[in-house]
């Protein structure tokens, strides 16, 4: 499990719809808004 770095939803891995890569790490989101908001603004959540 992966903690979503928007909302801090613990994220299945293996079941995630919604990922980005961010410096050679995959990140993964419980939805496409924590996405899109991740991706907007991606230094916000840097150490989340």
Do not use: L
């Amino acid at each position: 499990m992966q903690k979503d770095p928007v909302c801090g939803m613990m994220v299945d891995e293996t079941r995630a719809k919604f990922t980005s890569n961010r410096g050679g790490k995959t990140i993964y989101f419980c939805s496409s808004a924590c996405k899109a908001s991740f991706d907007k603004n991606p230094q916000k959540y840097a150490q989340a």
